[in-house]
T-cell receptor
Framework: DADVTQTPRNRITKTGKRIMLECSQTKGHDRMYWYRQDPGLGLRLIYYSFDVKDINKGEISDGYSVSRQAQAKFSLSLESAIPNQTALYFCATTSGYNEQFFGPGTRLTVL | AQSVSQHNHHVILSEAASLELGCNYS??????LFWYVQYPGQHLQLLLK??????LVKGIKGFEAEFIKSKFSFNLRKPSVQWSDTAEYFCAVRRVGIRSNDYKLSFGAGTTVTVRA
């Protein structure tokens, strides 16, 4: 849905480069999440944020950092990209105990 | 630690066949349960969810799932699949009542379903 947008949609980069993936939402949700998807592993949580001042590590946060610039924006950074960070990255949002709504994904390739 | 198991990695079936995808989780407390679908090249979309009440949940596109608490299972079913059901299906579980886990989902590895015309 256009309610959750991610940029860029595709990115090819080289080892050691700094990369930022951006997520914006118009749903007014307070909670935002970053996942990576790898074949056979499902989705794994990288970071999540309950509000602008509340950021938490997920199960695979090493090598990643995040910034919650506003309630509607949540960015994921790879400070020094490595090949095993090649994956499909999804942003998601929710409020309360409702289901999560996902963005269209960013396909990242690190050469 | 919370874990979610999906028994089948890849299921191939013909149109009009019945589909059942298994999902088990390891947490013994209260849970919320979800099935998401990812069509080729698209983002995850919610098929159905269970929070409480009737353990047989009906979702979109003719899918349903049954929560069996004693078996820690939430299997997804569809009586008659169509070619357009070709997709990857993810089971997800949220633990309820433990603040550090509130609002987080644990996903299974996914099941790829291929429906042949």
């Amino acid at each position: 849905d256009a309610d959750v947008t991610q940029t860029p949609r595709n990115r090819i980069t080289k080892t050691g480069k700094r990369i930022m993936l951006e997520c914006s939402q118009t749903k007014g949700h307070d909670r935002m999440y970053w996942y990576r998807q790898d074949p056979g592993l499902g989705l794994r949580l990288i970071y999540y944020s309950f509000d602008v001042k509340d950021i938490n590590k997920g199960e695979i946060s090493d090598g990643y950092s995040v910034s919650r610039q506003a309630q509607a924006k949540f960015s994921l950074s790879l400070e020094s990209a490595i090949p095993n960070q090649t994956a499909l990255y999804f942003c998601a949002t929710t409020s309360g105990y409702n289901e999560q709504f996902f963005g269209p994904g960013t396909r990242l390739t690190v050469l | 630690a919370q874990s979610v198991s999906q028994h089948n990695h890849h299921v191939i079936l013909s149109e009009a066949a019945s589909l059942e995808l298994g999902c088990n989780y390891s947490y013994g407390g209260t849970v919320n349960l979800f099935w998401y679908v990812q069509y080729p090249g698209q983002h995850l979309q919610l098929l159905l969810k269970y929070f409480s009440g009737d353990p047989l949940v009906k979702g979109i596109k003719g899918f349903e799932a049954e929560f069996i608490k004693s078996k820690f299972s939430f299997n997804l079913r569809k009586p008659s699949v169509q070619w357009s059901d070709t997709a990857e299906y993810f089971c997800a579980v949220r633990r309820v009542g433990i603040r550090s886990n509130d609002y987080k989902l644990s996903f299974g590895a996914g099941t790829t379903v291929t429906v042949r015309a």
